[in-house]
């Protein structure tokens, strides 16, 4: 009954290789988003989907490519690892735009670690 | 620039005792402000959301305060539990035209018995 679930929840690789994370929500929202967590714990956002829809996109490499099938699915495709793209990523939904009582609900978190 | 500042970045209490976190933020124009709990090796669990007008919530022992002429807020926790242990962030959003959500350090909050 997991509410919004990432796989897998860690994920040790070497440096150049490719990796996917992937999310489902059963929650019926319609946005999405995928925020990561470095070692200094401040949660930035990488990525927001409103169904199947790109409405945001930060400053991330374009190593970083997110994919949406559906609107309970948003998946992040990673290329080209980096030691700096070690941390734990975060996939959470909202219904519609995070505003006024709206509120994420955030999977547990995928710990990437990049030898 | 659209900041949160949280204060302390640690806390160690005794359990039963009650605590004061502190959040200070620069965003404009102001939307909203969140309170989010995160157990280690978690992800953040929403705790109470306050809109301009609010001036104070509660969510069981948890009471968010906010004031948005000084721009602060404050979470209040009384007598601390075990399970309280975790990072307290603070979260406010700007009513940008993607709501933007700006996030704090947090507070890492440890209770010992």
């Known amino acids: 009954d997991t509410a919004v679930s990432q796989t897998p929840k860690y994920l040790v690789t070497q440096m150049g290789n490719d990796k996917s994370i992937k999310c489902e929500q059963n929650l019926g929202h319609d946005t999405m988003y995928w925020y990561k967590q470095d070692s200094k714990k401040f949660l930035k956002i990488m990525f927001s989907y409103n169904n199947k829809e790109l409405i945001i996109n930060e400053t991330v490499p374009n190593r970083f490519s997110p994919k949406s099938p559906d609107k309970a699915h948003l998946n992040l495709h990673i290329n080209s690892l980096e030691l700096g793209d070690s941390a734990v990523y975060f996939c959470?939904?909202?219904?519609?735009?995070?505003?006024?009582?709206?509120?994420?609900?955030f999977g547990a978190g995928s710990r990437l670690t990049v030898l | 620039k659209n900041q949160v500042e949280q204060s302390p970045q640690s806390l160690i209490i005794l359990e039963g005792k009650n605590c004061t976190l502190q959040c200070n933020y620069t965003v404009s124009p102001f939307s909203n402000l969140r309170w989010y709990k995160q157990d280690t090796g978690r992800g953040p669990v929403s705790l109470t959301i306050?809109?301009?007008s609010e001036n104070t919530k509660s969510n069981g022992r948890y009471t968010a305060t906010l004031d948005a002429d000084t721009k602060q807020s404050s979470l209040h926790i009384t007598a601390s539990q075990l399970s309280d242990s975790a990072s307290y962030i603070c979260v406010v959003s700007a009513s940008n035209s993607n709501y933007q959500l700006i996030w704090g350090a947090g507070t890492k909050l440890i209770i010992k018995p």
């Open positions: 306050m809109t301009f």
């Open positions: 959470a939904s909202s219904q519609l735009l995070v505003t006024g009582a709206n509120v994420l609900t």
